[in-house]
Protein backbone atom coordinates (compact mmCIF):
# COMPACT_ATOMS: atom_id res chain seq x y z
CA UNK A 1 0.00 0.00 0.00
CA UNK A 2 1.51 3.55 -1.06
CA UNK A 3 -0.27 4.90 2.04
CA UNK A 4 0.89 2.37 4.61
CA UNK A 5 3.56 4.22 6.96
CA UNK A 6 5.52 3.15 9.85
CA UNK A 7 4.77 4.27 13.23
CA UNK A 8 8.17 5.03 14.82
CA UNK A 9 7.77 7.18 17.98
CA UNK A 10 4.33 8.59 19.95
CA UNK A 11 3.70 11.23 22.16
CA UNK A 12 1.99 9.51 25.45
CA UNK A 13 -0.55 11.56 27.81
CA UNK A 14 0.07 10.15 31.82
CA UNK A 15 -3.51 8.73 31.49
CA UNK A 16 -4.40 5.30 32.53
CA UNK A 17 -7.19 5.02 30.13
CA UNK A 18 -5.98 3.21 26.49
CA UNK A 19 -7.79 5.43 24.70
CA UNK A 20 -6.25 8.27 26.24
CA UNK A 21 -2.34 7.24 26.63
CA UNK A 22 -1.76 8.13 22.71
CA UNK A 23 -1.25 11.94 22.03
CA UNK A 24 0.22 11.66 18.78
CA UNK A 25 2.18 9.33 16.25
CA UNK A 26 4.77 10.04 14.43
CA UNK A 27 7.45 8.62 11.76
CA UNK A 28 9.75 9.33 8.50
CA UNK A 29 8.67 10.72 5.00
CA UNK A 30 10.45 8.95 2.35
CA UNK A 31 12.37 12.06 2.17
CA UNK A 32 13.52 11.59 5.60
CA UNK A 33 11.29 14.40 7.11
CA UNK A 34 9.33 13.80 9.87
CA UNK A 35 5.40 13.24 10.14
CA UNK A 36 3.43 13.23 13.01
CA UNK A 37 -0.59 13.26 13.72
CA UNK A 38 -2.66 13.25 16.25
CA UNK A 39 -4.69 9.96 17.86
CA UNK A 40 -7.66 11.96 16.59
CA UNK A 41 -6.10 12.62 12.52
CA UNK A 42 -5.04 8.99 12.44
CA UNK A 43 -8.24 7.59 13.18
CA UNK A 44 -10.29 9.96 10.94
CA UNK A 45 -7.54 8.02 7.97
CA UNK A 46 -7.90 4.88 9.21
CA UNK A 47 -11.64 4.20 8.91
CA UNK A 48 -11.99 6.95 5.57
CA UNK A 49 -8.98 4.39 4.04
CA UNK A 50 -6.82 7.57 3.60
CA UNK A 51 -3.81 6.01 5.36
CA UNK A 52 -2.68 2.54 7.57
CA UNK A 53 -0.37 2.55 9.56
CA UNK A 54 1.78 -0.46 11.55
CA UNK A 55 4.81 -1.06 13.52
CA UNK A 56 7.91 -3.21 13.04
CA UNK A 57 8.17 -5.90 16.04
CA UNK A 58 10.71 -8.43 15.67
CA UNK A 59 11.10 -7.84 12.00
CA UNK A 60 7.63 -8.32 11.40
CA UNK A 61 5.00 -5.61 10.38
CA UNK A 62 1.95 -5.21 13.01
CA UNK A 63 -0.96 -3.74 11.51
CA UNK A 64 -2.18 -0.46 13.69
CA UNK A 65 -6.02 -0.56 13.94
CA UNK A 66 -8.54 1.60 15.46
CA UNK A 67 -10.45 0.07 18.87
CA UNK A 68 -12.95 0.79 20.52
CA UNK A 69 -13.09 0.75 24.39
CA UNK A 70 -15.99 -0.92 26.22
CA UNK A 71 -17.19 2.62 26.95
CA UNK A 72 -17.02 3.64 22.88
CA UNK A 73 -14.25 5.65 23.04
CA UNK A 74 -11.91 4.98 20.24
CA UNK A 75 -8.33 4.52 20.08
CA UNK A 76 -5.30 3.56 18.47
CA UNK A 77 -3.38 -0.15 18.94
CA UNK A 78 -2.00 -2.83 16.79
CA UNK A 79 -3.53 -6.12 16.26
CA UNK A 80 -1.61 -7.82 18.64
CA UNK A 81 -2.09 -6.10 21.47
CA UNK A 82 -5.01 -6.99 23.56
CA UNK A 83 -6.92 -3.75 25.26
CA UNK A 84 -3.72 -1.54 26.30
CA UNK A 85 -1.79 -0.46 23.08
CA UNK A 86 1.75 -1.62 24.03
CA UNK A 87 3.24 -1.94 21.05
CA UNK A 88 2.30 1.65 20.48
CA UNK A 89 3.50 2.70 23.88
CA UNK A 90 6.76 0.92 23.92
CA UNK A 91 8.15 2.85 20.80
CA UNK A 92 10.10 5.81 21.89
CA UNK A 93 8.86 9.20 22.60
CA UNK A 94 8.38 11.56 19.72
CA UNK A 95 9.84 14.73 19.99
CA UNK A 96 9.12 17.31 17.48
Not at 50 to 75: D, H, L, M, P
Amino acid sequence: MDNCHQVRCVKKNDRYNPWERIKTIGGLNSNGSNWSLSQEEAITGIEDGKWCFFVEKYGTQVKVIVAKSRFGNKYLKTIADGEEPNNLLNLPECYN
